[in-house]
C-alpha cells in the first residue's frame, strides 16, 4: 500500500512539472488556421479576403509596403468597393492582433486554396471575392469551430460548405475507444482476468471514460490545439485513474482485490503514456477533417 501511495505522489509532481514546462514553452503550439478552398474558381485574376467586424480597436494592413505596391490597383480598388459596411478585411486593412493571409491563393488539382492563420485571425468572419470582370463573392457569416479548420467555397453557386466539427469529434472518440480497449484488454488477460466474466464492467467503464475525455481533452484539442489538450489533459487523466481503479476494485472478479488495483493503475498509466506521444498524429487527424 505504501508503494502504491509513494507512486501516485510521483505521478503527481511529475504531471505538475510537466504542466508548468507545458506553460513555459505553450508558444510552440499550433496556431489559428483557416484554409479557404475554391471549387471552380476564377480563370481571371481575384483577390479573395477574409472579412471582420470592427470596433473601437486599432489595427493596420498586415501586408508589407512592397507587398501593397505590388497589388493592382485598379482591382484592388474594386475589393475596397465591395466591401459591405461594417466589415473590414483582415488581411488588406488589419486586424488588432497579427495575422497572416494569402490573397491570390495557390492552385491545389482543380481547387484553388488560401490559407490564413496567426492569432489575429477573426472567429467571426465571411469571404470576399472580387474578379477582375467586377464579378463579386459575398458570403454569410460564418464562426470558426476549431483552432485549425477550412471551409469549401463553390464560385461557381456561390454556396460555402463548412466540414461540422462534431464529425471530427466523434471520429477521434471511435478511433480512441477502440484504442484503448484493445490495449487496456490485452492488459486485462496478462493480469489474469477472464474476458467473459469481466467484459461489461470493463467496457462500460472504458466507454464513461472516453465520454468524459472527448468532452475535456479532444474538445480542447479540437477548439485550442495539443499544448492545452495536454494541460487539461493531465487532471483529466488523474481523475480517470482513480475512478477506473475504484471501479474496477469493485466489479472485476476472478484476482484478488490488489490485483484488481494493480491493474487500475497499470492500465491507466500505460494509456496515458500512449495518450501523450499520441496527441499530436490524434490532433493532425482532427484537423484533416476540419
Not at 479573395?48 to 498586415?62: A, H, K, N, R
Not at 461594417?86 to 481547387?111: C, I, K, S
Not at 464579378?135 to 453557386?157: G, M, Y
Not at 485513474?241 to 497499470?266: H, M, P
Request: glycine share 8%.
Amino acid at each position: 500500500m505504501k508503494e502504491q501511495k509513494r507512486g501516485l505522489i510521483s505521478l503527481v509532481i511529475l504531471s505538475l512539472l510537466f504542466c508548468a514546462l507545458s506553460v513555459v514553452f505553450a508558444d510552440i503550439g499550433p496556431k489559428d488556421q483557416l484554409t479557404v478552398r475554391l471549387d471552380n474558381p476564377p480563370d481571371e485574376p481575384y483577390y479573395l479576403d477574409l472579412l471582420w467586424q470592427p470596433g473601437e480597436e486599432t489595427y493596420s494592413s498586415e501586408l508589407s509596403q512592397e507587398e501593397l505596391a505590388s497589388l493592382d490597383p485598379e482591382l484592388l480598388a474594386e475589393f475596397e468597393r465591395a466591401v459591405p459596411e461594417g466589415w473590414a478585411p483582415a488581411t488588406l486593412g488589419g486586424v488588432p492582433l497579427p495575422m497572416w493571409g494569402d490573397l491570390v491563393g495557390q492552385q491545389q488539382g482543380d481547387q484553388r486554396r488560401h490559407i490564413f492563420g496567426y492569432v489575429g485571425l477573426p472567429e467571426t468572419c465571411r469571404i470576399l471575392l472580387v474578379t477582375e470582370s467586377g464579378k463579386v463573392i459575398l458570403t454569410e457569416p460564418f464562426t470558426r469551430r476549431a483552432l485549425q479548420s477550412s471551409v469549401t467555397l463553390d464560385c461557381a453557386s456561390g454556396d460555402l460548405y463548412q466540414p461540422p466539427a462534431a464529425l471530427a469529434l466523434g471520429v477521434v472518440f471511435l478511433v480512441t475507444l477502440t484504442g484503448t480497449l484493445l490495449l487496456e484488454g490485452v492488459l486485462l488477460l496478462l493480469f489474469g482476468f477472464p474476458l467473459r466474466a469481466n467484459w461489461k464492467a470493463f467496457v462500460l467503464t472504458n466507454l464513461i471514460t472516453q465520454i468524459g475525455l472527448a468532452l475535456t481533452v479532444q474538445l480542447t484539442l479540437l477548439t485550442a490545439g495539443t499544448i492545452n489538450a495536454h494541460l487539461i489533459r493531465i487532471p483529466a487523466e488523474l481523475v480517470i485513474l482513480v475512478f477506473e481503479t475504484l471501479v474496477y476494485r469493485r466489479f472485476l472478479t476472478g484476482q484478488s482485490v490488489r490485483r484488481r488495483t494493480a491493474y487500475g493503475i497499470c492500465a491507466n498509466l500505460v494509456s496515458w503514456v500512449a495518450g501523450f506521444f499520441l496527441l499530436g498524429p490524434l490532433y493532425d487527424f482532427m484537423v484533416s477533417l476540419c
